[in-house]
């Protein structure tokens, strides 16, 4: 589920219209010799670009095949369009959508083909397997990178301070004082942007799961409780931070973009933050401050099992209504989409939040900073996927609790227990037996 700032573009009648003429008849559409192809996407502007782009690369190796690219609307909308489509078997010879538990939702064993058995998936990391795949097969391609949720930090202050990155959350805690004591802000807080405020929740689960790896599945079983240890760690972070006086002082109302403002800028050290979003913010903003901007991960209690929660890229997954000689061409199309080639691609047409997850693929020279800090945890094996890629259950009123105990005005153990709650309604829709 993500809880990025949406950014959508809204795709008029009459264009569908004619991207549907020009495909054929049926969503699908195109020649039935594979020489004629179609995908689904989101219409996010950054979305339509980075396929527009890769379209445009593949032509250029394989010229007989035309690719053409329709778009749906972002959100839940576009969610009940791929089910919809799914369900009547109109579905595009292939789309593009999330990985993880909203993939699971899709029932990918009775709809999608899979792709178990091709040689490319021996190139991909083990987080997006486990994304894409069910006991009875494996159902994506990657397109797009990493992503995380963690802390960033202005590298500058630390140099200033003589200041180490921490491994434990006592010496990060250490940290953020020492920069309130210098008379900056010690960890930047944009409750103003709600959604901010679950970070440090969601992006403790590396710490959660390294404590128990099962618990994402007893949390799943209804057994797991956020009130409850390793889980309530994330809650006692955001109490911390309040109760040592470390915030800035306009943290109710801030907004995410003061919040990245303020880390280029120099004024606060650190801002737990999905990275994709600060690259993409610097880049547009703040490019002279890129290079100051860092990333650690979000630190537990255990120095050895430091690690960063990962977000995995969206895949491409292919309707069993693909068959032939057009599922021979995508076959052929996917096993491309995770060449170096490709992702060089890809990384000139969008800004990067990680590194790729397929071996072999570079990250490119203009990559931001704090992606290149990223590299090392993937390279050595410290990275495990955020809880929503394991679980479908998150209640919705999170970024609500989580305002209010990290503003003071619900302690930690009250916040969890009330989220535990909160997820109970889910758990009913999902038709759970808890």
């Known amino acids: 589920m993500e809880f990025s700032k949406p950014r959508r573009l ?64 972002a959100g839940g909308e576009g969610d009940n369009l791929i089910k919809t489509r799914l369900s009547t078997g109109d579905m595009n010879d292939m789309f593009w959508y999330n990985s993880g538990s909203t993939l699971k939702a899709l029932n990918p064993d009775k709809t999608l083909v899979s792709f178990v058995d091709e040689e490319w998936v021996g190139s991909l990391d083990e987080n997006f397997i486990q994304a894409v795949s069910t006991e009875d097969g494996l159902y994506g ?21 003589g200041l180490e990155v921490p491994t434990t959350w ?13 008379g900056l802000v010690g960890i930047i807080q944009t409750y103003g942007d709600a959604w901010t405020s679950q970070v440090p929740v969601l992006g ?33 972070h955001l109490q911390d931070a309040f109760d040592a006086g470390v915030l800035n002082r306009d943290y109710a109302s801030a907004t995410y973009d003061d919040g990245v403002r303020m880390l280029a800028e120099g004024e606060g050290a650190h801002y737990p933050m999905l ?44 309707p069993q209504t693909t068959e032939g000689a057009k599922l021979d061409a995508v076959k052929e199309f996917l096993a491309w989409l995770v060449t170096p080639e490709s992702c060089a691609i890809q990384g000139s047409a969008t800004t990067l939040g990680g590194p790729f997850i397929v071996d072999g693929c570079d990250l490119p020279d203009n990559a ?63 038709g759970l037996d808890w």
């Open 10 to 73: 809204a795709l008029g009648a009459s264009g569908l219209v004619a991207a549907l003429a020009l495909a054929g008849c049926s969503a699908g559409g195109g020649a039935n010799d594979g020489s004629e192809l179609s995908v689904y996407i989101d219409s996010n502007p950054s979305s339509i670009a980075l396929w527009d782009a890769l379209v445009a690369g593949y032509a250029e190796v394989n010229p007989d095949v035309t690719i053409k690219v329709e778009t749906h609307p």
């Open 141 to 161: 391609a990657p397109v797009g990178a990493s992503n995380a949720g963690a802390m960033t930090y202005n590298k500058d202050i630390y140099a200033e301070l």
């Open 170 to 182: 006592d010496e990060f805690m250490a940290n953020a004082q020492a920069v309130t004591d210098a």
């Open 204 to 236: 403790d689960f590396y710490n959660v799961t390294a404590a128990d790896p099962e618990w994402a599945d007893q949390y799943t079983a209804g057994v797991a409780k956020f009130a409850d240890e390793p889980a309530l760690a994330g809650f006692q």
């Open 275 to 318: 990275t994709q979003n600060v690259a993409e913010a610097l880049g547009a903003n703040f490019a002279d401050e890129e290079s100051s901007i860092g990333v650690f991960p979000i630190p537990g209690d255990d120095a050895a099992s430091n690690g960063l929660t990962v977000w995995m890229p969206n895949g491409v997954y292919v």
């Open 368 to 430: 931001a900073a704090l992606v290149g800090d990223m590299q090392s945890y993937f390279d050595e094996g410290k990275t495990s996927v955020a809880l929503e890629f394991l679980s479908a259950i998150k209640g919705p009123s999170l970024e609500q609790i989580t305002v209010e105990v990290g503003s003071g005005i619900r302690s930690a153990a009250d916040g969890a227990a009330l989220y535990d709650q909160d997820v109970i309604k889910q758990a009913k829709q999902l």
